[in-house]
Nanobody, 120 residues
Framework: QVQLVESGGGLVQPGGSLRLSCSPSGNAFIVYIMRWYRQAPGKPRDLVSDISRDGRAAYADFVKGRFTISRDNTKNTVFLQMNSLEPEDTAVYYC??????????????WGQGTQVTVSS
């Protein structure tokens, strides 16, 4: 069984920065695409950014130039560096990844979510 463990959320003032991290625990033989989503109260869950195993990254327009996604394949960890944070970035941030086991089976997993609040 695989669980995604997220960390790094919190309260920050507008213009500040936070760094989120996420890594799987358990039987994660190989980790494929890694994604960050976010969901504000009363709104749908939106894709923020994703990164392939070979490091190709993509971003939603609303975070381009402010957020940077990266990963460390030796630790199966994905990071989201968030700069120039705005109150509109306030949301629960979720990590998602596709994980393959030693039998070649691939399953998708979600993290439990970490709260990011941008407020003065």
């Amino acid at each position: 069984q695989v669980q995604l463990v997220e960390s790094g959320g919190g309260l920050v003032q507008p213009g500040g920065s936070l760094r989120l991290s996420c890594s799987p625990s358990g039987n994660a033989f190989i980790v494929y695409i890694m994604r960050w989503y976010r969901q504000a109260p009363g709104k749908p869950r939106d894709l923020v950014s994703d990164i392939s195993r070979d490091g190709r990254a993509a971003y939603a327009d609303f975070v381009k130039g402010r957020f940077t996604i990266s990963r460390d394949n030796t630790k199966n960890t994905v990071f989201l560096q968030m700069n120039s944070l705005e109150p509109e970035d306030t949301a629960v941030y979720y990590c998602y990844t596709d994980v393959g086991d030693s039998f070649g089976r691939i399953s998708g997993y979600w993290g439990q979510g970490t709260q990011v609040t941008v407020s003065s």
